[in-house]
Each structure stands twice: as C-alpha cells, then as structure tokens.
C-alpha cells in the first residue's frame, strides 16, 4: 500500500525520505559522469592513456617494433583524452605514486678539477686512453667506457645563463655557457667564431668560406643543379663540421644535418654547435663504424675535414661509401681539388685511384671567384660498375647473415652492398621531401601488417604530440631547441614534432630492433646507441629527453641510477625529461630524480614530467645536508 507524504510526516518516516532523496540524486550524478566524454577525476585516478574513436579498433601499433604493448591504439578522426596533472600523492592505492619520496643517495661532484664541467666518460678515460697501443688511426679519439659507470654530477660552469633561444643562438651564444676562447684565436682569420663581450659571435665563415657560408651553399647548387636543397637533398652528413655554421645556415633550406667532428685540438667545436641549436655529434672515422646504418645520407660534406680518405686502405672513404644513399653525393672542398703542389698533387692521385675503384663518379669540379675548389662525386645507383672493373678491388662485401647495428663494428674494407626491397629488387632514391615524412619507407618489413603499424604509429605519435605533450603538460616548449627521443621506434615523436623550431636526435637502442634505416627514410636524423653507456656529446647539451618505454629493456642490463646520471649530465638546467612508462619504472625513476632536486609531475599515471634544476652538491656540505 502507498505511503502519502501526509503519514510520512505523522510516522516520523522523513529520515529516510531524505536519504532515499540522496541516493536517487547520487545515481542521476554517476549515470551523468559516465555517459560524459571527458571527466577529470576519472583522469586523475586512471593508470592508462585513453583513446576513444567511433570506428573499431586495431591492432595496436609498438612503441618500439619489439613492443606491442608499449603503445595504445589509434586510428583516423582518433579522440584523445588530455591527461590531467596529479597531485603530489600519498594515498596508497594502486597506481599512485608519492613524488616527494627522495632516493638516499649521497651525490658528489665529479673530482677532475677544471676538466669536470665537459666531462664525457666515455670520451675523456684518460686511463684507457694512455694504455692504447697506437693512435695511428684516431684510436685515443674513439669510445672507451669506464667501468663501472661513474656517479658523480658534472658541475656548471662559473656563470651559467640560461642558453640564448633560436634563432638568435644561431649567430651568438653566451661566452659563460661555453667558456672556450681559444677556437676563437686559432681561427682567427677564418671567421668562424668571434669573442663580443658577453657573447661568442658566429659570422658564417669558415676555412673554404671565404664570402660566407650563404655564398658557399648557393656555390654548391650552381655547380650541380642537381642538388636541390630540401627535396631530393633532405638528410647531410657534414664530416669535421667546425663550428656547424654549413648545417645551421642549411636549416633555412630544409635540410638538416648531421655535424659531427671529434673532441681534439679544435676546442669544443661540437659544444659551439649544440649550444647554437644546431645538430651535432661528437665522432671520428678512426677504426670503427660510424653509428648509421648502410645507405642513410643523401649528401656527405666535407671542407677541409682533415681526414684521409685513403688511409688504411681506403677504409674511411668506404665507409663514407657505407652511409651514402645510392646515386647520393659527396661534396669534398679542399686544397687537392683546386691547388697544384706536389703534396696535395699526391693526395689527388690518391683519391682519383680510390673513388674510381668503388665506382664513384665525379660529376662536378670548379673553382669560385676566392679560389676555393670543390669537386662532387656521385654513388652508383646499380652493380653495372662493379661488374666492369677489370680488377674487383676492393670487394664487394659478403650478403649480410643477420642485420648488425653498427655499434663497436671494425670498419670494413670492401664495398657495402646496395639496398634491396623484399623482392630482392634494388631500392632507388627516396621520395623528395616533404612526402618522404609519411610516405612507406623502402626497408619496411615485408610483412603483410608492416604498413598497416607504421600508420598507425605515425597518426597514434601526431594525436599524442598534438593533443598531450603540446597543450596538457607542464612544458614550455617555447624555450625548448635540442631534443632527444632516447627510444625513437620508427621515428613517429620526431615526425609529430616537425614543424615547431627544434630538431630531434632519435636514438635506437642497439638492443631494440634495427629502425634507424626507416628514420632516416623518413627525412629525420639518428644514432644507435646503448644506454648502459654515456651518449658521445658534452654535458648541458639538450632542452628535452623524451623516454618511451625505455627502462623495461635495459633495466636487466645496468642500473636505473646510471641511466639517470647520463640523463642529468646531457640535460640543460631547466630542461625536461618527459618519461611515458609503467608505474613501476616510474616508482624507480621518480625518487632518483628527487635526489637530484629535480622538480617532477605525474600526469595521468604514465607521463613523468622531470624537471632539471641547476642544485649541485656543495663541497662544504655535510653528509646530512648532501
């Protein structure tokens, strides 16, 4: 029988009149928040990234081809969930993790007096380095890790600034940063670089750029045509770059460059170059393999590299031939091209014997109006040469048993085989650029979902760049040049990233699978690289790391703490390390961080925001205090 209002008074039933009223009304909220498409407090409690769509979902696309789970599915007209930030939490429900939990780590600085600020482990072992039977063939120039790791923290220089931002960086950089004059008295009358004041000033000269390296680059293309900067010429190769002015100035034209000189006599001249924002990497052509795969540049450069190409039986020069592209070029400016003294007369012969042997062709030689020469060779394209020598010296190499990185690789003396697709059919020069960025890359598997994942990782990268790490993180990106994806994959972050004003320098582990072939197909740049070692370039040398899935595959191998040390040591004071990972790895990472005094923020239960400071440990503080 009904109950009217009227008994429920008179009863005294009106208690639970009013509490049946609050779970009617709780109900209506719940059935409102989930029929909501966006809740931020369903955001603050999830542990997953969330992608909705209309259409059915695919197979999800790997982080890493080694990793299908690393990475959600995403496919056309895809809706992403904007992460919200987490508070510091203490709860400890799963899924949380308290960020101001600090490891006990007692830090110190690294004791090697004024040589700690630019310290490389694996460049400046001075012990290995004395040890070495020879240093005929670069070998003090080339890697040797310490071991164990070192744990100490690099200091700053006395009188750090914030670095100067693009594109002024370009032609000037603060002095503080980067207190290294005596490039500026040893290049002098080749206006490289000048000391102004509080600034070192970068004019575009260099020792074959006599009116400017403008005037150098359009030398280039009048004299082959053929060259198209930023299209078929898209990814360079410039050897004993200098002070980078080649690469940074051909920015402008759409290319970008990979500038690499090793740490010598020419002070810090990798270290102008990242502080600039240009691209760059400490290396040698010694006696090991360059860290690229076969067949990645379009162009080699070369402006008086000092490097002889006929050494050791021609080795450099094949392994230049190793990295060049089929029907690539490769520019060499230097006095055997254009002088006539028996010494370079020498080197000429030299290099005419050798380039003729690996069926190089010279499709272009002249002289300018200051009297600089260069002269541009061109890869083959097919085996026709190869089969017409009379003597087949040096060889061709062996077909490759299994794929190997080039990582700790002796150089070879014969000549790399050309690239070939699943077919077996020869690859031919890569699509120009802007398409070659999201066009199928030659060497993609031959599988028949190879494509479909590569699409998918390219569109699930441009919702997650575009959607989450652009407009819901706390990062400035404003003030960010330099950027390193530690596990690039298929280069998908990179791509996302292309039009903002900084480059990207896409690693991949040597432990991961091979895709630094299908990056550089792609138009974009990268090393291959183990992170159980120190990564070949100067301390405060980038603005973000960006670490995807990472720590699982090299936890088994080295210690989280090591990995963190080089993340500290390679990150700009105020740079970013943008963690995307399980709650495990970030539970290890995050108190580490922490005892750098690092800032950090969760985002969403798998996105660690780590932000460096410029705290280093005091020589006067106490163990307590440290």
């Known amino acids: 029988m009904a109950i009217s209002v009227q008994n429920i008074f008179k009863e005294r039933k009106f208690p639970f009149l009013l509490a049946l009223t609050f779970l009617l009304i709780s109900f209506t909220i719940l059935l409102l928040s989930n029929s909501s498409s966006f809740s931020f407090s369903s955001l603050l409690l999830s542990t997953d990234f969330h992608v909705t769509t209309p259409q059915p979902r695919l197979t999800p696309p790997p982080r890493s081809p080694n990793d299908a789970t690393a990475v959600p599915s995403q496919t056309n007209n895809a809706v992403v969930s904007l992460p919200e930030p987490a508070s510091k939490m203490t709860s400890a429900t799963p899924g949380d993790v308290d960020l101001n939990v600090s490891s006990d780590i007692k830090w110190e600085n690294c004791k090697l007096g004024a040589l700690a600020v630019d310290y490389i482990p694996c460049l400046d072992n001075w012990q290995a380095i004395k040890e070495l039977q020879s ?31 693009w594109p002024k960086s370009r032609d000037m950089i603060w002095y503080s940063n980067v207190p290294h004059p005596k490039l500026v008295e040893y290049k002098k009358e080749q206006n490289w670089v000048r000391k102004s004041g509080d600034y070192f000033v970068f004019p575009g000269g260099g020792t074959q750029f006599k009116n400017g390296v403008h005037s150098y680059i359009d030398f280039i293309h009048k004299t082959l045509p053929a060259i198209k900067w930023g299209k078929n010429i898209r990814v360079i190769l410039d050897v004993g770059c200098g002070v980078a002015s080649f690469g940074g100035y051909l920015l402008d034209k759409d290319v970008i460059t990979m500038s690499f000189a090793p740490k010598d006599e020419h002070e810090a001249q990798i270290q102008f170059a990242l502080e600039r924002g240009i691209p760059a990497i400490l290396s040698v052509i010694g006696t090991q393999k360059l860290t690229f795969p076969d067949n990645a540049y379009d162009l080699i450069h070369c402006a008086r590299c000092r490097v002889h190409w006929d050494g050791d039986g021609g080795k450099p020069l094949l392994e230049l031939n190793r990295v060049l592209r089929p029907g690539g070029y490769f520019v060499w400016s230097a006095t055997p091209v254009y002088r006539d003294d028996e010494r370079d ?21 002249t002289v300018d109006s200051t009297g600089v020469g260069l002269v541009i060779y061109q890869k083959p394209s097919s085996y026709s040469c190869y089969k017409r020598r009379k003597e087949k010296l040096p060889p061709l190499c062996e077909q490759k048993t299994k794929q190997n990185v080039s990582w700790y690789e002796p150089l070879c003396n014969c000549i790399s ?20 960025l999201s066009s199928k890359p030659p060497s993609l598997p031959s599988e028949p979902d190879a494509e479909d994942i590569f699409n998918e990782d390219t569109k699930h990268w441009a919702a997650l760049v ?104 390679i990150l700009r004071p105020g740079g970013y390390l943008l963690v995307q990972d399980t709650m495990e790895t970030i539970k290890k990472l995050n108190p580490i961080l922490r005892s750098l005094h690092w800032s950090t923020t ?10 460096k400071g410029s705290w280093r440990p005091s020589e006067m503080m106490t163990e307590k205090e440290a």
């Open 345 to 365: 007369r020498k080197i000429w012969n030299s290099m005419v014997a050798l380039t003729t042997a690996v069926c190089w062709k010279v499709v272009a030689k």
């Open 466 to 569: 575009s959607d989450v790490y652009l407009d819901g993180l706390a990062i400035n990106f404003a003030r960010i040049r330099n950027v390193m994806d530690m596990n690039a994959g298929y280069g998908g972050f990179a791509a996302a990233l292309i039009k903002q004003p900084l480059w990207v320098m896409n690693v991949v582990p040597i432990h991961a699978q091979d895709t630094l072939s299908i990056i550089f197909e792609r138009g974009l740049i990268g090393v291959y690289h183990d992170w159980c070692e120190s990564f070949n370039t100067y301390p405060r040398t980038y603005d973000l790391l960006h670490s995807s899935f990472l720590f699982k595959n090299i936890k088994d191998r080295c210690d989280i703490v090591d990995v963190a040390v080089e993340i500290d040591r």
């Open 417 to 436: 085989l050309l690239p070939v697709d699943s077919m077996g059919n020869l690859l031919r020069w890569s699509t120009p650029w802007p398409q070659r």
């Open 135 to 165: 240093r005929r063939r670069m070998e003090h120039r080339e890697r040797h890790c310490p071991d164990p790791s070192p744990r100490c923290l690099v200091p700053l220089p006395i009188g750090y600034k914030v670095p100067v931002r």
């Open 602 to 611: 969760l985002y969403q239960g798998q996105f660690l925001v780590g932000e």
